[in-house]
Protein backbone atom coordinates (compact mmCIF):
# COMPACT_ATOMS: atom_id res chain seq x y z
CA UNK A 1 0.00 0.00 0.00
CA UNK A 2 1.15 3.69 -0.35
CA UNK A 3 0.46 6.04 2.43
CA UNK A 4 0.49 9.96 1.88
CA UNK A 5 0.66 12.68 4.05
CA UNK A 6 0.21 16.60 3.34
CA UNK A 7 1.12 19.77 5.49
CA UNK A 8 1.59 22.88 5.10
CA UNK A 9 -1.73 24.08 4.76
CA UNK A 10 -2.79 27.67 6.77
CA UNK A 11 -4.27 31.07 6.24
CA UNK A 12 -2.35 33.29 4.09
CA UNK A 13 -3.24 36.84 2.78
CA UNK A 14 -3.80 37.25 -0.51
CA UNK A 15 -0.68 37.84 -2.23
CA UNK A 16 1.44 35.81 -0.05
CA UNK A 17 3.09 32.42 -0.33
CA UNK A 18 2.83 28.58 1.28
CA UNK A 19 4.79 25.59 0.57
CA UNK A 20 2.69 22.17 0.84
CA UNK A 21 4.56 19.16 1.46
CA UNK A 22 3.55 15.30 0.72
CA UNK A 23 5.41 12.54 2.46
CA UNK A 24 4.59 9.34 1.19
CA UNK A 25 5.17 5.81 2.30
CA UNK A 26 5.27 2.54 -0.01
CA UNK A 27 6.99 1.36 -3.02
CA UNK A 28 8.42 3.94 -5.32
CA UNK A 29 9.29 3.08 -8.95
CA UNK A 30 11.40 5.54 -11.77
CA UNK A 31 7.41 5.97 -13.73
CA UNK A 32 5.50 7.20 -10.72
CA UNK A 33 3.92 10.47 -10.79
CA UNK A 34 2.22 12.47 -7.93
CA UNK A 35 -0.27 15.16 -8.72
CA UNK A 36 -2.19 17.99 -6.75
CA UNK A 37 -5.89 18.51 -6.34
CA UNK A 38 -8.10 20.73 -4.88
CA UNK A 39 -11.80 21.15 -3.87
CA UNK A 40 -13.08 24.63 -2.97
CA UNK A 41 -16.27 24.64 -0.82
CA UNK A 42 -19.01 23.72 -2.88
CA UNK A 43 -17.06 22.48 -5.88
CA UNK A 44 -15.73 19.66 -7.86
CA UNK A 45 -12.24 18.33 -7.23
CA UNK A 46 -9.58 19.82 -9.72
CA UNK A 47 -6.42 19.24 -10.56
CA UNK A 48 -3.28 21.69 -9.90
CA UNK A 49 -0.45 20.14 -10.88
CA UNK A 50 1.65 16.90 -11.40
CA UNK A 51 5.61 15.82 -11.34
CA UNK A 52 6.72 12.49 -13.16
CA UNK A 53 9.25 10.95 -10.18
CA UNK A 54 12.04 10.24 -12.42
CA UNK A 55 12.31 12.57 -15.09
CA UNK A 56 10.97 15.42 -12.71
CA UNK A 57 8.27 16.19 -15.98
CA UNK A 58 5.77 18.57 -14.55
CA UNK A 59 2.72 19.85 -15.66
CA UNK A 60 -0.10 22.97 -14.28
CA UNK A 61 -3.17 23.49 -14.74
CA UNK A 62 -3.68 27.41 -16.54
CA UNK A 63 -4.76 28.21 -13.34
CA UNK A 64 -1.83 27.99 -11.37
CA UNK A 65 0.84 28.36 -14.13
CA UNK A 66 3.44 30.86 -12.97
CA UNK A 67 2.75 30.93 -9.45
CA UNK A 68 2.59 27.53 -8.13
CA UNK A 69 5.70 25.08 -8.61
CA UNK A 70 5.47 21.41 -8.32
CA UNK A 71 8.85 19.84 -6.95
CA UNK A 72 10.36 16.66 -5.73
CA UNK A 73 12.88 15.37 -3.20
CA UNK A 74 13.84 11.40 -3.92
CA UNK A 75 15.69 11.04 -0.79
CA UNK A 76 12.88 12.30 1.03
CA UNK A 77 10.16 10.64 -0.51
CA UNK A 78 8.68 14.22 -0.53
CA UNK A 79 6.89 16.19 -3.26
CA UNK A 80 6.30 19.64 -2.67
CA UNK A 81 3.87 22.76 -3.97
CA UNK A 82 5.41 26.21 -4.08
CA UNK A 83 2.12 28.58 -3.93
CA UNK A 84 2.85 32.33 -4.70
CA UNK A 85 0.92 35.03 -5.21
CA UNK A 86 -2.02 33.23 -3.83
CA UNK A 87 -5.49 34.65 -4.40
CA UNK A 88 -8.93 33.66 -2.38
CA UNK A 89 -9.77 31.94 -4.96
CA UNK A 90 -7.15 29.21 -4.36
CA UNK A 91 -8.85 28.67 -1.35
CA UNK A 92 -9.60 24.87 -1.22
CA UNK A 93 -8.71 21.67 0.49
CA UNK A 94 -5.08 20.58 -1.44
CA UNK A 95 -4.51 16.30 -1.90
CA UNK A 96 -1.92 14.70 -2.68
CA UNK A 97 -2.77 11.76 -5.21
CA UNK A 98 -0.07 9.17 -6.39
CA UNK A 99 0.14 7.03 -9.97
CA UNK A 100 1.52 4.15 -10.78
CA UNK A 101 2.21 5.15 -14.63
CA UNK A 102 4.98 7.24 -16.06
CA UNK A 103 2.56 9.52 -18.02
CA UNK A 104 1.00 12.94 -16.50
CA UNK A 105 -2.98 12.78 -16.04
CA UNK A 106 -4.98 15.25 -14.92
CA UNK A 107 -8.13 13.27 -14.20
CA UNK A 108 -8.74 11.92 -10.80
CA UNK A 109 -9.29 8.41 -11.66
CA UNK A 110 -5.80 8.05 -13.13
CA UNK A 111 -4.91 8.49 -9.31
CA UNK A 112 -5.29 5.69 -6.82
CA UNK A 113 -3.57 6.44 -3.60
CA UNK A 114 -5.01 9.91 -2.26
CA UNK A 115 -4.00 11.92 0.90
CA UNK A 116 -5.86 13.53 3.81
CA UNK A 117 -5.84 16.44 2.52
CA UNK A 118 -4.88 20.27 3.87
CA UNK A 119 -6.57 23.55 4.48
CA UNK A 120 -5.64 26.28 1.86
CA UNK A 121 -7.25 29.31 3.11
CA UNK A 122 -6.39 32.71 1.01
CA UNK A 123 -8.09 35.86 2.95
CA UNK A 124 -8.79 39.42 0.91
Known amino acids: QVQLVESGGGLVQAGGSLRLSCAFA????????LGWFRQAPGKEREFVAA????????YYSDSVKGRFTISRDNAKNTVYLQMNGLKPEDTAVYYC?????????????????WGQGTQVTVSS
Open 97 to 113: AARNGGVLQTGIRFYAY
Open 26 to 33: GRTFSSYV
Open 51 to 58: INWSEVTT
